[in-house]
């Protein structure tokens, strides 16, 4: 296993950590969860920066960085659901689109293809950890800014979710007319 995918699995084993510390139940646990899922965060540029630059990019860290990303993810809206007054809603959308990506992500990867991330799956990406992070640390009050994230990143995850349908439908096609 090369280094960048070291760095993903990582990443994926700091998920239980950052549950154990979101609840713990206190403010300092609070901001000990935010810093774990932050360093988690941080750490999914870090491995894709090293992959193509050390020219390290394979088929199995295209397929894991990604879902090292929605099991952090899936793990930070569980917790806001059940900790912090997030709507369930939102994160049953958010979940949804994951799930659905993921499912043609594997479908395309098992079928001898590949399906990078696109900039705006990138961006839905950023936002959403902007949004978690806010959403996690110990406010005292629900605001504004939480939900304005919260809108922010429904849109980007419903729109880049479109995006990879429909790269996907293209390029069926375009198959389909060479054959």
Do not use: C
């Not at 992959?51 to 952090?72: C, H, I, Q, T, V």
């Not at 949004?131 to 005292?140: A, I, K, T």
């Amino acid at each position: 296993m090369n280094l960048p995918n070291s760095i993903t699995v990582g990443r994926v084993f700091l998920v239980p950590v950052f549950l154990w510390l979101a609840y713990r139940n206190s403010d300092a646990s609070a901001v000990a969860a935010f810093a774990v899922f932050f360093v988690a965060s941080v750490s999914d540029y870090f491995d894709g920066r090293i992959a193509r630059s050390r020219g390290l990019e394979s088929r199995m860290g295209a397929f894991l960085d990604p879902l090292a990303d929605k099991l952090l993810v899936g793990a930070a809206l569980l917790v806001l659901v059940d900790t912090r007054e997030f709507p369930l809603w939102a994160a049953l959308v958010i979940g949804a689109r994951e799930i659905a990506v993921q499912i043609l992500r594997t479908q395309i990867v098992g079928g001898g293809g590949s399906m990078p991330a696109s900039k705006a799956g990138k961006l839905k990406t950023s936002f959403q950890i902007l949004m978690v992070g806010w959403w996690l640390l110990p406010w005292s009050d629900i605001n504004v800014g939480h939900w304005a994230l919260m809108w922010i990143v429904l849109v980007t995850t419903m729109t880049s979710g479109v995006e990879y349908f429909l790269r996907s439908i293209r390029a069926s096609a375009g198959e389909e007319m060479r054959a």
